[in-house]
C-alpha cells in the first residue's frame, strides 16, 4: 500500500469516525432529554426508532404547579375539576384535543384554543388549555371567594347536578 493509498484510508476513518462521535453525541443528548422530560402520552416505536408526541402527559403534581405559577384562583377546585373533565387525564376530549377543562370554543373572548375537537376547544398543548381556563377564569369568576366560587361553577359551568360534590370529594383528597 503507497502512501496515498494510507492517506486516503486515514482520512475515510477520520470522516467515520468524526460521525460516529457526533451520532453518539447526538444519541447521548436525545436520550438525556428523554429521561430528563416527561413521559410522553404518545409514544411510537418504528424499527427502534422512538417518535414522541410533542404533547407530554400532564399529571396533578405538574398542573398543580402550572396552576399556581399562573395565579389560577382556587387552584384546588380547578385541578378537581381538570380530573372530573379529563377523566383522569385519559378522556377523549382531552387526549385528542389537550383540552384538561372541556372548555367550548370561545366566541367572544381572547382564547388561546386552536380551533375544535367534537365541538370542545382543542389546545396545542395541555399547558394552553390551563392559560386558556386561566383568561377564563379572569373574566367570568374574578374576585370570588371559595363558596361563591363553586356556587358560580354550579350555575354557569356545570352540566353534571352532582359536580360540586365530586369536586369537594376530591378536594379533601388532596389535603
Not at 493509498?5 to 462521535?21: E, H, P, R
Not at 428523554?34 to 399529571?59: A, G, R
Not at 398543580?64 to 373533565?85: D, G, T
Amino acid at each position: 500500500m503507497n502512501r496515498e493509498d494510507k492517506n486516503i484510508i486515514a482520512g475515510l476513518m477520520s470522516i467515520v469516525l468524526i460521525g460516529a462521535v457526533m451520532f453518539f453525541i447526538g444519541y447521548a443528548s436525545a436520550l438525556d432529554k428523554i429521561e430528563n422530560s416527561l413521559i410522553p402520552c404518545d409514544t411510537v416505536y418504528v424499527n427502534d426508532t422512538i417518535y414522541i408526541n410533542e404533547n407530554q402527559c400532564v399529571d396533578e403534581d405538574l398542573l398543580m404547579n402550572m396552576l399556581i405559577e399562573q395565579r389560577v384562583k382556587h387552584p384546588k377546585i380547578v385541578m378537581a375539576q381538570a380530573i372530573i373533565e379529563s377523566g383522569t387525564f385519559t378522556s377523549n376530549v382531552y387526549r385528542n384535543s389537550n383540552n384538561l377543562f372541556g372548555m367550548k370554543l370561545p366566541r367572544q373572548r381572547t382564547t388561546t384554543a386552536i380551533g375544535s375537537y367534537n365541538g370542545y376547544a382543542k389546545y396545542k398543548g395541555w399547558q394552553n388549555s390551563v392559560h386558556d381556563y386561566a383568561i377564563y377564569q379572569s373574566l367570568y369568576y374574578k374576585g370570588l371567594g371559595k363558596d361563591a366560587y363553586l356556587n358560580k361553577l354550579s350555575e354557569s359551568y356545570a352540566e353534571d347536578p352532582g359536580y360540586i360534590g365530586k369536586i369537594k370529594k376530591l378536594i379533601k383528597t388532596f389535603e
